[in-house]
């Protein structure tokens, strides 16, 4: 197996023993300090990837080694991070994000632990929101925390899966920019699901993109070539951005579905490929992407 800090081997899941499996043979390698965004269909086992990954589920086949020690089961070094926000209603946004730091560090003193926590509550842009209940807090502060908290333990890897569905747009893309700042000040290695292609776009390294299910595998590994320093407001300026979008977009309505139905005869899934569409013009490829092996 590759030396990455993450290296996924063989993975498949079924769920009866007499069925077919939800996703098989799935196989990728994530560096420390990349950030990776997984999109597919419904159903393809997006969710149970990340969380085979954070150590809640088990697989039915295939190893996960993460900085070269196997995933058998939940871990700190493993922070997660759901649609849902999960606070805990009768603590503070202190007191969520300090219990998460006391679970970690349980020889700290109170005093120790809260200024750690205020840290990262300062960071997702809560200052002065610290005593205030979950109750109290709009759906897009309440996410934040969850972040802040998620942050606050110091994971070795940070596990999102659809943080930010539940918001609407603005509140979205304020949320968004937290990330970004957070991530880049503290080069977090991150594995995240979304079904939002432009979101996919703004936040990733690199883009997983899922076969259907049933037996669905990664099909391609998308690059983003576009600059890290890329902005909601300024990424669709750039010729690569609209490159990547409709390459993504074309795999989600048609050629996830091909794939899916070569399956259904009989067929075996493609290798993964690795592929470039946003320099597909500058390379001169004339196909839509520049490929390599995976």
Not at 94 to 99: E, I, K, S
Not at 153 to 180: H, N, S, W
Not at 235 to 253: A, G, K
């Amino acid at each position: 197996m590759d030396k990455h800090f993450l290296s996924v081997e063989g993975l498949s899941k079924r769920y009866a023993a007499d069925g077919p499996p939800v996703f098989e043979r799935v196989s990728f390698g994530i560096e420390r300090g990349e950030f990776v965004c997984v999109i597919g269909h419904s159903g393809c086992g997006k969710t149970t990837i990340l969380n085979v990954l954070a150590g809640l589920e088990a697989t039915s086949d295939g190893v996960v080694i993460m900085d070269q020690r196997e995933v058998k089961g939940p871990s700190l070094d493993r922070g997660v991070v759901f649609q849902s926000h999960a606070l805990m209603p009768w603590f503070s946004v202190l007191g969520n994000v300090v219990f998460a730091v006391r679970s970690r560090w349980p020889e700290w003193p109170r005093a120790k632990a809260e200024e750690h926590a205020r840290r990262f509550i300062e960071m997702v842009g809560l200052k002065g929101a610290e005593h205030k209940k979950p109750s109290e807090l709009s759906g897009g502060m309440k996410q934040r925390v969850g972040i802040a908290r998620a942050f606050s333990i110091e994971p070795k890897m940070l596990l999102m899966d659809e943080p930010f569905g539940a918001l609407d747009a603005l509140t979205r893309g304020v949320v968004q920019d937290e990330l970004l700042k957070i991530c880049a000040a503290t080069r977090q290695t991150v594995f995240m699901i979304t079904h939002d292609v432009d979101e996919a776009i703004l936040l990733a390294d690199k883009i997983f993109l899922m076969s259907n299910g049933p037996r669905a595998c990664i099909a391609e590994v998308v690059l983003n070539t576009m600059p890290k320093a890329r902005t909601r407001e300024s990424m669709h300026h750039d010729p690569q951005f609209y490159r990547i979008r409709n390459h993504l977009v074309d795999f989600l309505v048609y050629r996830s579905k091909q794939i899916q139905a070569a399956q259904a005869t009989g067929g075996q899934a493609p290798a993964t490929r690795v592929v470039t569409p946003g320099l597909a013009q500058e390379a001169g490829t004339g196909s839509g992407f520049s490929q390599a092996a995976a």
